[in-house]
């Protein structure tokens, strides 16, 4: 088959396996394109045409792609929901690989936190929590498929027109990870934890995923956590984190009652085992939040008006961007006040994880220091990595079950430590 890398884009008008008609282009990455186009089969209804086309690739790693792929195409497949776009076929034509799917028509989060900001307003506390009930019940059920999206923002999730429940979008290749993808995980953990994250947003993403490739259920929330206090703040996260402590100080700049900020607070926890597991103990924390607990405003915080009158134009985000325009991670325009990184998608430039830079200087084999890096990192967050290096430089000729004692030392909860000394010894 003709490598995708020669394949040129493909022009308005053309008509793809003599159904779907391209209108237009809509973005482009690493791995593909994605289209506007309509479905002369269904009264040219509109539809989101994504071409897989890896750009850098050998041939070795191009049949890597297809197979991830084959895996979206079957994990798009299995989810049924209403608050996830549908995912309509999926065929090769052409020497190319194509994926279709539902389109949704409406407002990125992103543009309606804009106009509310317009008015001088934010998402207000109420607002923000049904916002969070409703996506925590398509988090529940992305995680019990096994998948999780590790890149929520405000730029994905989308508010369809004349309806009022929130749907998540931009499920791509290589977001989703299933149980059988990880083999360096112990099996406890094998459910959900990935090897590698290849995609992310700086300041939603949490640092294991950024520095250590981690992702989990709380990684996803963490991310939903941090979506809802810039709806609640309209400030970006890089401007509600101190840049020396790495602590949130989201509370200063938002009126909402302690109850409800402890519950954002534990979505926030830098270390992983610190957060909410599943989205379901986040959902029930919420339902039980009573409404005299959430009259009951923190004290000493500034206005909204004074907020919003010393920080007007912090927070631009793009124009009304649809399901269409943000896959492959199509470059949005922000305005020079708003400094947002860069969404990092494995469609763009992948974060390279920090692992990498354990270089082994003994005899333990290189594939184990990364399994010991990875399941402490789920305990302590990513202050592993500078552990284990400490103690390679320290104790060159330390033995498997030597090392493993010492790192469990790090870990405070007993139970935890335990647990984490036992999936080793089996093995070595």
Known sequence: MTSPLTKPEISSGTLIDNRYTIQKLLGQGGLGRTYLAFDTRRFNEPCVLKEFAPIGTGQSGLEKCRDLFKKEAKILHQLQHPQIPKFLACFEGDGRLFLVQEYIDGQTYSNLLQKLQQQRQNFSQSEVINWLKNLLLVLEYIHEHNIIHRDISPDNVMLPNNKNLPVLIDFGVGKQIAAEQNNTINSDQTTFVGKMSLVGKVGYAPREQISLGLCSPSSDLYALGVTAV????????SLLMDRYSLEWKWRLYSHVSDAFAQVLDKMLADTPQK?????????????????????????????????????P????????????????????????????????????MPITPQTSQIQPINSLEPKFIMRCQQQLAYHIGPIASLIIEEILAETPDISPDEFVKLLAREIHDLQAAFEFQQSFFGDY
């Open 230 to 237: 810039v709806l609640l703040t309209g400030r970006d996260p």
């Open 275 to 311: 957060r909410y597991q599943t989205a379901k103990e986040v959902f029930t924390d919420l339902q039980c939040l009573k409404p005299e607990e959430l009259q009951g405003t923190m004290n000493n915080l500034p206005s909204a008006e004074f907020v919003t009158e010393l920080y």
């Open 313 to 348: 134009s912090e927070l631009k985000t793009p124009d009304t961007v649809s399901q269409l325009e943000v896959n492959f991670d199509m470059p949005k325009l922000h305005s020079s006040e708003f400094k947002t990184p860069d969404t990092v998608s494995q469609f763009d």
